[in-house]
């Protein structure tokens, strides 16, 4: 009997083990993709006058590049609080939409494991656990707790290379580390962007918002962000009705 | 910043509170079909206005022409490479390297 429980117990021991590998080895090649980002966010951090303590717990807690430099750009800027979190709000909402996929599987757990997928949940990691869901037919919070985990410890050194490189090399964005963000954030809407309104959504933000950010600098990301959203919206309804 | 301890608090909030929304218990309703739809266009659409700026303006901040801004070029070359490669980190890689040896040209 105890023999048997101990087999039991190792099988599934090696199987989680098999499924935290697994995590690690699809998450790594997305999680490598953002380290200049996350080099950038520590070095653009020190370069506007954070401390480094300030500038690594903006990566330990708030755990979000998009959010992070956004907010960077801000305080670079001696924008508003308001205008900050408005854009934080903004740039998170997609968040809504992964948090209410992952509901139906997550939301008998734990508080503990619920917060920890929360805390952990970005795109990344929502694009390999849905891959996984895909082929397994099952949401395995092994696999999607540990994917999150293996991407926020490459997000935080990055960052923490970002802060000891800003401090030793002053302007450090003229090393073409904000080219970085636009050449990042281009591989990854081009290749997803597979339909009319998906293009039409990019096309209009866009344009506003190189005409909001002559205009209303501190609003021109969440204007431009909530215009391509509603223009993708709209040209999907046209689509549906032309079908 | 003096309410850089502010901002950080209320940022952690805030994304935390996105990505746990439809994880809590009391939250009794589900999103509908609408506004998933909606949603569905934030990311494409909040990059594409965080890098078109860049591309298209960061002429402004690097002194150059709007034609022989490496920040275009570059810019446009990495839009031209993620179509042909469906690798995203081979397509940082070489855009942000055509943004280095064009900053040395120009």
Redesign the interface.
Known sequence: MSTNRTIVARETVTSDLKTIIQATIDIL??A??TV?WGVLCGSLAINI??SPL?AQ??SL????G??Q???LTI?GAVGS?SS??SS?????????????V??EH??QSSLGL??S???F?T?EMFAVTCAYMEKHKIFSPIYALSSGVVFYLIWNISTFAGIIAGQHIPNIEHL?L????????????????KNR??LI??IS??????VL??FMKDY??IT???????C??LA?DKESIDE | MNNFWVALVGMTCITFSCRYFFFSKTVPFELGTKTKRLLSYTAPSVLTAMWVPIVFLGHQSADSDFITSPFLIAGLVTVVLSLKIKNTLVAVGLGMSIFGLLKVIF
Do not use: W
């Not at chain 1, 807690?61 to 979000?64: E, I, K, S, Y």
């Not at chain 1, 933000?205 to 190189?210: C, P, R, T, V």
């Open positions: 090649p997305l490598l993709a200049p006058g954070l300030q717990l903006m807690l708030v755990f979000a998009a959010v430099l956004a907010a305080i609080l900050m979190f934080t709000f903004v740039i998170s909402s997609r968040h809504l939409l992964y948090s209410a992952f509901r997550v939301r619920r917060c997928i929360a805390f949940l795109d073409g904000e080219f970085a963000i636009a050449a990042t954030f281009i591989a990854i809407v081009v290749p997803a962007i309104s998906t959504s990019v933000s866009g344009l506003s918002a190189i950010s002559i021109a990301l431009a962000t909530f215009i391509g959203m509603l993708g919206y999907n």
